[in-house]
């Protein structure tokens, strides 16, 4: 899977000094994230993106985060036009909030607003919404920014904490989506884990209660329920790449694989 970093290539701090007279234009493109196959979700978004998206989970044995895969090319994007518009009805936030993204100290306890300043949409012509007033004051905009990341800050703790509970109780394992292309190329989505279904249904009740309480056990039947979008996705490989015969169901696979 993709690093974290993923479309953000030359993210500084939001400043005063040095952004008073840009203004960034957003909604235009998605162009930035044509090359990316997957990206992170939070567990409030399942319900939106398990309608048209796989979710699965990435990460190592200490850490996993649910994510969407939207390609089976490892550069491609199956969900964002060459126009740059995004085909899929729901974007993630994850997409959604850039070119802006928080970063923090070691603590973790102090944010940082910065912004990716290789993204088209910023600019100095007045195009679309501005970060400083005339007196180098935050306008309304740059304060919903920072409204909607801190917000989003505040979904990724939650969903870590479903992640986490998740290990806790052994029910992810490792899992691959094998395709095969009408050229007879094979094609594999690899690295990544899904719930196991019979253990998620052998748990004690007292924790089925609570993970319904906390609408974990909602999002943990979305997730299952949006593996089907593996084979739904295949309709949208571009012109110019072979057209894809039917997918194979996620198979087991060995962790720790990657994209081939």
């Known amino acids: 899977m993709p ?4 479309f953000y290539k030359t993210a500084v701090p939001v400043t005063a000094q040095r952004h008073k007279d ?10 930035f994230a044509s090359e990316v196959n997957s990206v992170p979700v939070t567990a409030i978004e399942f319900a939106q993106a398990a309608a048209e998206y ?22 491609e994007n199956l969900y964002v036009g060459a126009d740059g518009k995004w085909l899929g009805k729901y974007v993630p936030a994850f997409v959604r909030r850039y070119p802006f993204v928080f970063s923090q100290d070691e603590a973790g306890t ?5 912004i990716d300043e290789t993204f088209s949409g910023c600019n100095q012509a007045g195009r679309g919404e501005r970060l400083f007033d005339a007196d180098g004051a935050q306008t309304q905009y740059l304060g919903t920014v920072l409204g909607f990341l801190q917000e989003y800050q505040g979904r990724f703790r939650r969903t870590q904490a ?4 998740l290990m806790e109780l052994g029910l992810l394992q490792p899992m ?12 594999s989505l690899s690295g990544f884990m899904v719930i196991d279904r019979a253990k998620l249904k052998a748990l004690p009740a007292d924790v089925v209660a609570d993970m319904l309480s906390k609408d974990e056990l909602e999002c943990s039947f979305l ?22 015969a039917p997918a194979a169901e996620p198979e087991p696979a060995p962790a720790g694989a990657a994209v081939h």
């Open 162 to 165: 479903y992640c986490d509970r």
């Open 223 to 244: 997730h299952l329920a949006s593996l089907r979008h593996f084979q739904d996705m295949l309709d949208r490989v571009r012109p110019e790449t072979p057209a894809a």
């Open 3 to 6: 690093t974290q970093q993923l």
């Open 110 to 114: 102090t944010f940082t607003l910065h």
């Open 22 to 31: 840009w203004s960034v234009k957003t909604g235009d493109t998605y162009s």
């Open 176 to 187: 691959q989506a094998q395709f095969t292309l009408s050229g007879g190329e094979q094609r």
């Open 54 to 75: 796989p979710i699965v989970f990435a990460g190592n044995d200490k850490s996993v985060l649910p994510a969407v895969i939207l390609g089976v090319r490892e550069n």
